[in-house]
């Protein structure tokens, strides 16, 4: 055996390596595909069965299972519930303003999770995204409101407590919205 070449004459051992991590790898690779590419089953985007966020003095405390990405979407809505006041067109020309509409809200709570880069009106919402309800983040949408559903709360600007976005246990009717989620949340 040469020693500066150990495995020259141990091809089968290679083969065998090489063989046991290509059927490491295989049942990633379906997982990667339906999700393209940005992870599959226990990745950010799944998180396992969802928990449900707890209000705790108007604020939504996200379960300890929730994907990152949903805690910072909660993270962000709660910068914004119940400190700000409600006015038409709120939220759209800047992240920071002293008071959100309806998609405003919505939008910042988004941008917190990475979902939205820019803020949009509820009637491009019916578009967004994926169809359905998702399993950690739903969006129900139509030309003149919307609101979301994140972690199994409500963030919305009527129908919560006081003036302005809040979260509430209660839902209200989605009859007229459409539904719809981020893609694997």
């Known amino acids: 055996m040469d020693p500066a070449r150990p495995h020259a004459h141990r091809p089968g051992r290679l083969i065998a390596l090489a063989a046991a991590c290509a059927l490491i790898a295989?049942?990633?690779?379906?997982?990667?595909?339906?999700?393209?590419g940005v992870g599959g089953p226990g990745s950010d985007g799944d998180g396992g069965k969802p928990g449900k966020?707890?209000?705790?003095?108007?604020?939504?405390?996200p379960p300890?299972?929730?994907?990152?990405?949903?805690?910072?979407?909660?993270?962000?809505a709660n910068e914004i519930a119940k400190?700000?006041?409600?006015?038409?067109?709120?939220?759209?020309s800047s992240w920071e303003s002293s008071c959100y509409d309806c998609s405003g809200a919505v939008s910042y709570a988004l941008h917190g999770g990475r979902f939205v880069s820019s803020p949009m009106p509820s009637g491009s919402y019916r578009g967004w995204g994926k169809r359905g309800k998702g399993k950690w983040i739903t969006v129900y949408a139509h030309s003149g409101h919307m609101y979301a559903v994140i972690?199994?709360?409500?963030?919305?600007t009527?129908?919560?407590?006081g003036a302005g976005p809040g979260w509430s246990k209660e839902m209200r009717s989605s009859s007229g919205f459409r539904v719809r989620h981020p893609k694997n949340f």
Not at 26 to 36: D, E, F, I, K, Q
Not at 53 to 61: N, P, T, Y
Not at 83 to 92: D, I, N, T, V
């Open 158 to 161: 009527s129908m919560t407590p």
């Open 26 to 36: 295989l049942p990633a690779a379906p997982a990667m595909s339906a999700s393209g």
């Open 64 to 76: 300890s299972n929730a994907p990152s990405r949903v805690k910072k979407v909660i993270k962000a």
């Open 83 to 92: 400190g700000k006041g409600y006015c038409l067109g709120g939220g759209h």
């Open 53 to 61: 966020a707890k209000l705790r003095k108007g604020l939504a405390v």
């Open 151 to 156: 972690a199994g709360l409500r963030f919305d």
